[in-house]
């Protein structure tokens, strides 16, 4: 009977519990901490005709599991957003404004010497090419255990160890043989599945993954895909990857940032922004790649012009002079990210949908 | 049926491999093995295979940019194979070629205008001033403006370097041209202008295309009839409809499975994702060259060469799938 007592408490709990998850979704935001929150993020580069902006104002965030798909042509500032956040920009290259929050760190003004603990360790990356990302003079072995005889203090026969199950496990076949392998010995396909276990070897929180299919064959690229799929589902392992190809996106993301010139022009669920895409730029993409399944022979809808060159950005709108859209304002006044009505999680950089309340804060 | 444009019989070429000082031949790639089809005037064949397969060395091939090491190439019934180099120049007039990369297929040291004037002059067609003139023309005819004749190419953007790739092509009015992944080098909003200037030019003119490319996207929407290559051998031809709704050699069907779709409704779709890499052409595997990776591989196979079968829709496989299955039209 006494137990009845405090059956209040529970009940509160059940009031409390369904009074959030009826709240808004920017506020229910602060009760799931998100694992990255890139804000405003400005990264400049100086050249001989001066400092050029890459990227501008980007914002976004990424939950613990989650797969954000940065998906943009050459030029759109993707890639430099993913070297921003790691801190591995060349040397003419830097953070001009805006934070990286990783946890409860600024990797945007961290001292190189904490941010390399975090590099390798809770955040990994993969790129393009594994044959220029991995030393060619070092067998397989010795690279994935020096990431963890360094952070995971190993000792050399452990991290052997453990390197010959990280291979298995990203199916890589005779696994005690390849662990004395050379890279050059593998192929291309081998070698991105070993860039994968390398990534994997000190239980990141956080991948940042490259174009890691781009350089593969279709059938090597479908497998890699599936493998980074299974293994962040077992991991739980968020996920930002970088692509030009939205049919990698419709595969793999959750949610997807779509890039022009060096800004974020759209973001939303990857269900939504293929159903009911919003910015002109979106649209335009998603009717110029040639499909498989659906009807042969509809002609593609090209976007004309080309990607605006980082020193000469238009005014206004980036896309206006390729927009079919494009008003009179559009060339002379920035768009800002905007909320759709009704669809809390899916902004846009786009003056078509300029409604007065709709304005999310930068 | 009209007599084909291009015949490519029984084509092969093999490049040694070389060791020590001597340079004693020790084996062979084959890079290209027993490949044949047909091209018919006014249409597209598109070439699909992943790297390796031999479409690019078919193509050079077929412009004798690679001497065949056995095999014919028969262009209206000639056999450029054989010809003499006198005679192989004044057909070269006839079959031109759009490589994937203008960045490195376009001189650096030379205006866009003595670029495409240059096969005129060079085959004796026109004088300077004419040639220079028909530049002008065809410069339009691809989509740029007048004044880019006389920049350089460093000074246009990848898109508007392969109109400049395409516009040489066209200007000693061929009958065939050989695109060589043109479309690869490209930003995704830039592949559609270009496929659809090829599209809009071969209306046009009545070219006849052989469009190579790894993209299945590409070959699906330019390409009449398609030869799907692994490893050197051609594994089927088909009509684009045939091969897409009912393909009959599972590496088609593998093929088709392993591409992207742009349609996350599609992600989960079933599909066989093959195991394993591509065998080196040094040393292809006896038999069928993909059983190695084959789901449906029996004990024939790995003895056996399967050949090429000679219906409306061949196939190079001992245990062909049934045309009937149909890909789902989503979307």
């Known amino acids: ?362 | 049926m009209t007599a084909p444009l291009l015949q490519v019989r029984n084509l092969k070429k093999y490049y040694p491999i070389r060791k020590g000082v001597m340079a004693r031949t020790v084996g062979q790639v084959r890079a290209v093995d027993d490949v044949s089809f047909d091209v018919y005037p006014g249409e597209t064949l598109g070439i699909v295979g992943e790297s390796g397969c031999g479409k690019s060395t078919t193509g050079r091939a077929i412009l004798r940019l690679e001497a065949p090491t056995a095999g014919s190439v028969l262009f209206e019934g000639t056999d450029i194979a054989t010809l003499s180099a006198g005679t192989m120049r004044r057909l070269r007039t006839d079959l031109q070629m759009v490589f994937q990369d203008p960045y490195s297929s376009l001189n650096p040291q030379i205006r866009i205008g003595d670029l495409l004037a240059e096969p005129l002059i060079a085959h004796h067609r026109l004088g300077r001033a004419a040639a220079h003139a028909r530049a002008a023309e065809i410069i339009q005819v691809v989509g740029l403006p007048k004044l880019y004749l006389n920049r350089y190419p460093h000074e246009l953007s990848g898109g508007q370097r392969q109109r400049v790739g395409i516009a040489r092509a066209l200007m000693l009015e061929p009958k065939l041209i050989v695109c060589d992944e043109p479309v690869s080098a490209l930003d995704v909003s830039i592949q559609a202008q270009v496929l659809n200037l090829l599209k809009d030019l071969q209306a046009e003119f009545g070219l006849t295309y052989v469009f190579i490319s790894h993209g299945l996207g590409a070959i699906r929407y330019i390409s009449d009839r398609i030869v799907v290559m692994y490893l050197g051998k051609v594994m089927e031809v088909g009509t684009t409809r045939a091969i897409f709704a009912g393909p009959r050699h599972p590496y088609t069907e593998i093929l088709l499975d392993a591409y992207p779709e742009a349609n996350p409704h599609l992600r989960d779709r079933p599909r066989i994702i093959v195991e394993g890499d591509v065998p080196s052409p040094a040393k292809p595997p006896a038999g069928c060259v993909f059983h190695t990776r084959c789901p449906s591989a029996q004990a024939i196979c790995r003895t056996e060469i399967p050949q090429l079968t000679s219906d409306d829709h061949p196939v190079a496989c001992h245990f062909p799938l049934s045309a009937s299955k149909t890909v789902e039209a989503v979307g």
């Open chain 1, 1 to 362: 009977m006494s137990s009845r007592k405090y059956d209040w408490i529970g009940t509160l709990g059940t009031i409390w519990a369904t009074a959030i998850s009826h709240l808004p979704w920017r506020i229910r935001l602060s009760t799931t901490p998100e694992l990255l929150q890139v804000r405003n993020l400005k990264t400049e580069f100086s050249t001989d005709q001066g400092a050029v902006t890459a990227v501008d104002e980007v914002s976004f965030s990424l939950a613990p599991g989650e797969t954000l798909c940065l998906v943009g042509e050459s030029g759109s500032g993707k890639s430099v957003t993913a070297l921003s956040i790691m801190g591995l920009l060349a040397d003419n290259g830097r953070v001009a404004g805006g934070s990286i929050r990783f946890e409860d760190q600024d990797l945007a003004t961290l001292p190189e010497r904490r941010l390399r603990a975090i590099r390798g360790n809770s955040i990994a990356m993969i790129f393009q090419e594994p044959m220029t990302s991995l030393n060619p003079v070092l067998t397989i072995g010795d690279q994935l255990s020096e990431t963890m005889i360094l952070h995971l203090g190993l000792t050399k026969a452990q991290a052997r160890e453990r390197v010959i199950e990280l291979l298995t496990k990203v199916g890589i076949p005779r696994a005690a043989e390849v662990v004395d392998d050379y890279p050059h010995r593998l192929s291309g396909g081998m070698r991105q599945r070993a860039m994968i276990a390398m990534a994997l070897s000190c239980g990141p929180k956080l991948i940042v993954a490259d174009e890691p299919t781009t350089a593969l064959d279709v059938t090597i690229q479908a497998q890699i895909l599936k493998l980074i799929r299974d293994l962040s589902a077992e991991t739980g392992t968020a996920m930002i990857l970088i692509t030009h190809d939205l049919g990698v996106v419709a595969e793999m993301a959750d949610r997807v940032a779509v890039m022009y010139a060096g800004q974020v022009v759209e973001q939303a669920d990857v269900f939504t922004l293929f159903d009911e895409p919003k910015h002109p730029y979106t649209t335009a993409l998603m009717r110029s790649i040639p499909h498989l399944a659906g009807p042969a022979g509809e002609r593609l809808t090209a976007i004309s012009g080309s990607v605006p060159s980082l020193a000469q950005m238009p005014t206004g709108c980036r896309f206006h002079d390729r927009c079919p859209q494009a008003m009179d304002r559009c060339r002379d006044d920035r768009p800002e990210l905007l909320q759709l009505n009704g669809s809390p999680d899916h902004t846009v950089r786009c003056w078509l949908y300029d409604v007065p309340v709709a304005k999310v804060l930068p």
